[in-house]
């Protein structure tokens, strides 16, 4: 919703006598200069007089006093009774004083409140913090960079066990410090993250990882003691030394966060493939004429889906993750690949997710980009018929010749298609004529 939409909808609540305020990241990113993706507004309307003042409304959290009028969500001042599951509050209490409403929310940064009025008149952030009400002292957090839990940090994160995540993640998106008591609250408390559903943690992690310092974010899940709970397959890459002829930046964590800073804006698979691309390192180091990790692929890409299943990603997603895991070693050979090997690679699902993790790994390690100058490069002079041409010849044709179904029907499709790739064969006949020379005429069963 555009912020012209809430002006107007706080408009019409103050026109009707309620009172009605901007609220939450939108007033912070407001302040930080940044636009909001969305825009909140809290008053003291209850929902069903909301109902009626707005036709359109949805009822999107009755029982906490919720509703969506295009796009923009409007929450009645609240207090919280107590919180048993971790999650949410036994039941509220509708307000009508706004600092009520802020008391129970989650971090300083995330409880200034704006006269939405304010917004049509006033040109920097600057001049809009002059016309922030903040009970709380989250402008003086915002302008000192900190992350700090609203009153007692243990009892904001013993009622929503997920703000654990959420402060790292806030601190890692704006690199702003957390507060050392809030800190505190998280070492103490960060086992009951388990407590919390796959599908929630899913959400911040992905969060962390794409919303920007990736790699701080993952730096204060590791002091917090969060990343042992949530990811202890990443966690074990602390400490794993590799040869130093390919990787002079240090041990496989090194390694994984250095790649994680150079994230910039990415999908999420790609995201997850750089942090889980090396998963299998740890349990399939020796030592033999050098460091070695043989097999850590292989390893890698169950350990990746065990991760990404426990966490309820969709299976596309997980599909894609793997893949990059599973393919991410094949950029070393290349110069060498036969032309048809290297177009089934260059065909990959979104291959150029295959390029930037292949160009983070080698800047992150070694810093020689000649095979990924290499594959970029074929990849962008390849049209996508070249890479995926129609079938010279299909299966029908092979059954129409009298080869019947069976264990090297297979491989006599790619034989074909690789001879295509290569164009070593021009037209169904000649690809027939290949198979044929390879395994044998059909052996046609007689009565």
């Given amino acids: 919703m555009s912020r012209t939409g809430a002006i107007e909808i706080a408009t019409e609540l103050r026109s009707r006598g309620f009172q009605a305020w901007l609220v939450g990241g939108c007033v912070r990113d407001l302040v930080l200069g940044r636009e909001p993706k969305d825009y909140d507004i809290a008053t003291e309307a209850r929902p069903e007089q909301l109902l009626r003042l707005f036709p359109k ?59 939405p009025s304010a917004l049509s008149s006033l040109s920097s952030s600057s001049a809009l913090s002059s016309q922030i009400v903040d009970y709380v002292g989250g402008l ?25 995540l959420r402060a790292v993640r806030f601190a890692a998106r704006f690199g702003f410090a957390i507060d050392p008591a809030t800190m505190a609250a998280i070492k103490k408390l960060h086992s009951h993250i388990l407590r919390v559903s796959p599908e929630r943690i899913r959400d911040e992690l ?13 730096e204060l899940l590791d002091a917090s003691g969060l990343l042992l709970d949530i990811l202890p397959e990443v966690a074990a890459m602390k400490g794993v030394e590799q040869p130093p002829e390919f990787h002079p930046e240090g041990d496989v964590w090194t390694h994984t966060l250095i790649m994680l800073e150079g ?23 020796r030592v033999a004429d050098r460091i070695r990790f043989d097999g850590h692929v292989e390893l890698g890409e169950r350990i990746a889906r065990d991760i990404l299943n426990r966490l309820r990603f969709s299976n596309a997603e997980i599909d894609q993750v793997i893949a990059l895991i599973a393919n991410h070693m094949r950029f ?41 100058e290499f594959a970029k490069t074929k990849f962008e002079q390849s049209a996508p018929e070249e890479l995926r041409p129609p079938r010279l010849v299909t299966g029908d ?37 290949l198979v044929r020379s390879t395994f044998g005429p059909p052996h046609r069963t007689t009565r």
Avoid: W
């Fill in 332 to 372: 070393s050979h290349v110069h060498q690949m036969r032309e048809s090997t290297l177009k089934r690679m260059l065909r990959l699902n979104r291959f150029k997710e295959h390029l930037e993790l292949h160009r983070l790994d080698c800047t992150s390690s070694h810093g020689h980009l000649e095979n990924y």
């Fill in 206 to 218: 992905v969060r962390i990882l794409t919303e920007g310092g990736a790699r701080r974010g993952f």
């Fill in 140 to 164: 003086s957090d915002l302008r000192g960079g900190i992350i700090r839990a609203i009153g007692d940090p243990e009892q904001r994160f013993e009622e929503d066990h997920l703000r654990m």
């Fill in 57 to 115: 409304a949805q009822l999107v959290g009755a029982q906490f006093g919720v509703v969506l009028v295009d796009g923009v969500e409007i929450a009645t001042f609240r207090s919280d009774h107590a919180y048993a599951d971790g999650r949410h509050p036994e039941g509220v209490t509708f307000e009508t004083d706004p600092k009520q409403d802020v008391l129970r929310r989650d971090f300083t940064i995330n409880a200034l409140l704006l006269d």
């Fill in 397 to 433: 044709d092979l059954i129409a010749a009298g080869y019947p179904p069976g264990p090297d029907f297979s491989r006599m499709l790619e034989l074909a298609e690789d001879a295509q790739l290569e164009a070593r064969i021009r037209n169904r006949e000649e690809g027939l004529e």
């Fill in 263 to 285: 994230l910039q804006s990415p999908p999420p698979a790609l995201a997850l493939g750089v942090l889980l691309h090396d998963v299998g390192k740890p349990g399939t180091f």
